[in-house]
């Protein structure tokens, strides 16, 4: 079984004024199974933002389904589905959202400390994350003093230290110099190597070409999707760019199709 299935996705907005309805997804499918690191990459307006917070469950659909380990998010209440959040997904976005006046190591204990988790094992928790991520020396430093790079870092160690069965990333090397984007994305293909499920949105195909597989949204429509293989980041950099040209000529067909 699919560790996250998306079926029959739609998704219609309807505008403040006028009334007027703009369809922002129409009938996605796609699954995600445990252990892939998957990208999703559309042009602006694509609708690929407004499907991770649908998977985020931030957002519901108009029509269709999503379901994690076989379990509907439709049929949860919002208190269910805020401790799903918590317990079950990990998030990391391209503005870090850390808190200034809590210190690194306080940002990292934060989902566990809403979730109960003694003292003892937070520290337990975040000894090995630290140590893998680089970010140990920083613990006692607060985000005010840390560059964007080592704040992503953070935020990845907040992401991870619930032990979720998804990381989702919005746009997670969309606010970082190219040397932190390396160290960033190199980290992801580490966590996802230890087994983490990686579900990414970007526009960069430097970052897309970490993942395993990449999937090419346009009008709100699974338009195409490839795989890695056994190619190198170079030569899957290449394989996704002559893909993005084609999308962007229509020279592809819809995967639903």
């Given amino acids: 079984m699919s560790m996250l299935v998306v079926k029959n996705v739609k998704k219609v907005y309807t505008t403040r004024f006028g009334g007027n309805k703009v369809t922002a997804l129409q009938n996605v499918n796609l699954t995600v199974e445990r252990g892939e690191f998957v990208a999703i990459m559309g042009e602006s307006g694509s609708g690929k933002t407004t499907l991770l917070?649908?998977?985020?469950?931030?957002?519901?659909?108009?029509?269709?389904?999503?379901?994690?380990?076989?379990?509907?998010m439709q049929s949860m209440k919002e208190k269910q589905l805020a401790k799903f959040r918590r317990d079950r997904l990990g998030f990391v976005f391209q503005e870090f959202n850390?808190?200034?006046?809590?210190?690194?190591?306080?940002?990292?204990y934060l989902p566990l400390v809403l979730a109960g988790c003694s003292p003892a094992e937070m520290e337990t928790r975040i000894r090995p994350i630290a140590d893998k991520l680089g970010i140990t020396p920083l613990l006692e430093k607060f985000p005010y003093e840390i560059s964007g790079g080592q704040k992503q870092r953070v935020a990845v160690a907040r992401a991870i230290i619930t032990e979720p069965e998804m990381v989702l990333a919005d746009e997670p090397t969309g606010?970082?110099?190219?040397?932190?984007?390396?160290?960033?994305?190199?980290?992801?293909?580490?966590?996802?190597?230890?087994g983490q499920t990686i579900l990414m949105v970007t526009h960069s195909i430097k970052a897309a070409s970490t993942a395993g597989r990449v999937l090419f949204i346009k009008d709100g429509i699974v338009y195409h999707q490839i795989y890695r293989g056994d190619e190198t980041n170079s030569e899957f950099y290449r394989k996704i760019s002559d893909s993005l040209t084609a999308l962007m000529g229509s020279g592809l067909r819809a995967v639903n199709e």
């Fill in 53 to 72: 917070n649908i998977i985020a469950t931030l957002d519901k659909p108009t029509e269709g389904e999503i379901e994690l380990d076989g379990q509907s």
């Fill in 175 to 194: 606010a970082l110099d190219s040397r932190s984007t390396d160290e960033l994305l190199e980290q992801f293909a580490n966590i996802n190597r230890d």
């Fill in 98 to 108: 850390l808190l200034d006046n809590f210190s690194v190591r306080d940002n990292i």
